[in-house]
């Protein structure tokens, strides 16, 4: 391997690449999938104390989950450990079964890269004490890139085939049911399944009907790499589009829409309208602090001013944190052992980490919640959104994403440059204010004849790209604040704004 490469495969808590070269090279090679297997196995020697391992294995259905497969299992049964496929599984699954299953399994590997497109895939890693972190991750891949070369195990591990999918749908299924008080608590109910042929298409089959619900409309439920219908990810306009007009065609009462590899979730009412981003972070919200007031929620940074008042009207606490799902559940945890109430941590994109849940991003967890919801509401003639009718929403959001030019090749220092340039013109403006819960890039507040509302502008988490959103009271407020915006960021050679001024001509 060439020097640092495997360690530009890391992608926050997860390692990612090219798996499929049909529009770039190849960066998830054979190679590196088996080094980074063998030297995942390391760590857990060096972390465990002890030599052999069983480690489960699952994936979504991209194209490349195969050939993935192929190379973590030389890796691991080249290093003398034990190897159990799970065939096509969900993320959130994949560590549940180091906690209920009598598997004896010491870690896991969920092969998966997420909502990204086809051509790629990756490496998410569990142990029974949650997902690998930031950290976790750099020690592996330092480990990996100092294999080659490395004598292998004399005796080869054992491999065998076993899904468990069939258990951890009755594990959710077995939650609303106890939580309802009924084996059918969702009988005479319609809902829709959209999978976007990812691996959510068993929640229709083995949670929804053995519930009693009607999931006539369901679509996408088979798995298909290449997502010939939508991207399967519930922040994408249309994969939301093509869910409410199903919901609206068959008169469903909810329409559930899942990513790729199910850790994140979002849903559409019985009038087709999304509940998603806010709305559905105040939906779960006032369902948990109905049942303990003065919880603390903690949210990534991009959440609205009026989730914040709706979560207050509730009598709870709202935390923004940094963008990036490992971060607010790590604050989330931090909130709790300091002596705080956090049942909640959740992104704007779907991951939601309930307290109750390991703390794990589960969608389909968090679907269960929304399901327990709908039937309670039922009970009393009540809809499901008549829980955030009183969220305060704005005029306008949007969101405009920001590329560093072709010369740049520093783009974390210059995307630190421009966020800490933005703070500096926010302290001696008279029309923007720095928010004074600003915990990730630069949020600025703009007075009511100035946009009226709020920008963020930060660095992806992923990504060479800094991500502007933007939340205004006032129709065109947000195209007034781009304007400012655009007139601070227009002398920066490496970032490209034609976005911005695209938005603005628009």
Known sequence: ??????????????????????????????EAVILISRAFIKWLTSRYKKDRFKIAVGNDSR?????????VKEGILSSGCDLVYTGLSSTPSMFILLKKSDWGCDASIMITASHLPYDRNGLKFFTPDGGLDSRDIDEILEIAEGLDGEELCAASGNYSEKSYMDEYSEILAE????????????????????????????FAEKVLLPLGADITGSQFLEPDGRFPNHIPNPEDAGAIKSLSSAVLENGADLGIIFDTDV???????SDGKEINRNRLIALISAVLLKEKPNSIIVTDSVTSDGLTAFIKALGGQHIRYKRGYKNVIDKCVEVNKSGG?????????GHAAFADNYMLDDGAYLVTRILITLSNQAKTGAKLCDLIAALPEPVEC?????????????????????????????????????????YEGARINFGKTDGDGWLLIRQSVHDPVMPVNFESNTAGGNKIMAEKLLSLLESYAFLNVENLKKFISY
Request: proline content about 3%; glycine content about 12%; hydrophobic content about 40%.
């Open 1 to 30: 391997m060439e020097p640092n490469g495997l360690k530009k495969l890391k992608s926050g808590t997860d390692v990612r690449g090219v798996a499929v070269g049909d529009y770039s090279a190849v960066t998830l090679t054979d």
């Open 63 to 71: 194209i490349s989950a195969q050939r993935i497969l192929n190379c």
């Open 175 to 202: 939650s609303v049911r106890e939580a309802c008080g009924c084996t059918f608590p969702l009988a005479g109910k319609k809902i829709i399944v959209d999978a976007g042929n990812g691996a959510g298409g068993f």
């Open 263 to 269: 850790d994140r979730a979002g849903a559409v009412d």
């Open 341 to 349: 109430y956090s049942p909640l941590a959740m992104e704007t994109s």
């Open 398 to 438: 949007a969101e405009v994403r920001l590329t560093f030019t072709g010369l740049s090749e520093n783009f974390k220092a210059e995307g630190q440059k421009v966020i800490g340039d933005m703070k500096a013109a926010a302290l001696t403006s008279a029309d923007m204010k720095l928010a004074p819960d600003n």
